[in-house]
């Protein structure tokens, strides 16, 4: 999408440790036209394969998520972090490594709302290392829902985690694919 | 907005400690028309307002406050909770005490995006002892910016957040207010 190849280039920052903050318009505050196009180019993508929910993981893809949802006409779920007293009742579970935090972390989702009988789509901000998208793409598996695929907002084309998904023969759309983030200079595949 | 009680009385399970369920449209699942409805409303009672951010705190506030920055026009910020590498530079941090969870949390927004010039509109899925709130107040205040008010979705009447952020003279437009959860019964103020 050339809209946010054009936006990562004139507002997002390299920092170290292949850091790329986009906060100014993704993962901090959020630029509603930006969002809305998001939408529609998964719609674009995605809208033909009959997708009953869309599933992400707190918290920078909870927006996302929910805006795609008002074009595809179906519920967004997002994976909670750990157990908390609002969630009540039966859980899927998976762990999640954090590079940028360091340690893994659980994801839940209510197995109330994931069922054989759903087609679910994954959104989220970045693909890396793809640790996030692997875990939400467990928790499907153990739902026995369908899996439809993965939309991301910006993917980074030199960590492994786009190629991990593909080669289990997931379709992966990237909205931004960095292929090289050098002395910040940021190029696209 | 009668369609959030109807909501609330077809889905909503009360849970021991006064703890309203509404993880099957709300905060967990969320569901796109009722999201796009709350978006509406909100943009009926501020819309008039020059609102020129909308800020809620992660997780579940960042949907709702997606959808309504897209009736507004202006983007969506929202408040993290601990510093994450991915915040960087200078932050206005308050502290919110959490009676979910326990224990008290801080949370941060980036100096960036919030400025004397704004006029800023607080959105979240719920208000009760309004300790959330009355951090999003703080950060606000330290930046300078003008607080337009307070949209919640779910209010609850019982409890004092609404009466302590309405004494202050804020706006608080609540969707549904919930005066009473009297085993499993909820009726509406």
């Known amino acids: 999408m050339l809209l946010m190849q054009q936006r990562i280039l004139r507002d997002g920052v390299v920092r170290d440790g292949n850091i790329l ?5 993704l993962n901090h505050q959020m630029d509603p036209e930006l969002y809305q196009e ?3 180019e998964f719609y ?10 869309i ?4 918290a920078s893809g909870i927006g996302i998520a929910c805006v795609a949802a008002q074009l595809f006409g179906c519920p967004a779920l997002f994976a909670k972090k750990g157990r908390t007293k609002n969630l009540g009742g039966e859980v899927y579970a998976a762990q999640v490594e954090s590079y ?13 709302f994931l069922s054989p009988g759903d087609r679910v789509l ?19 598996a153990q739902s026995g829902a369908a899996l439809v695929g993965c939309g991301v907002a910006i993917e980074k ?6 190629r991990l998904l593909r080669e289990r023969g997931v379709r ?8 090289q983030m050098d002395q910040g200079r940021i190029t696209f595949a």
Chains 1, 2 share one sequence.
């Open 157 to 162: 084309g030199f960590q492994e985690g786009g």
């Open 122 to 140: 994954l959104l989220d901000d970045f693909l890396a290392r793809g640790s996030a998208m692997l875990g939400l793409m467990d928790l499907v």
């Open 100 to 112: 940028t935090h360091g340690g893994s972390y659980t994801i839940l989702v209510s197995k109330r």
């Open 44 to 53: 674009r993508l995605f809208g033909g394969c009959g997708v009953t929910k």
């Open 21 to 25: 903050a986009v906060d100014s318009f």
């Open 55 to 58: 599933l992400t993981v707190e």
């Open 38 to 40: 998001m939408g529609r």
């Open 172 to 179: 992966v759309e990237s909205l931004a694919i960095i292929q």
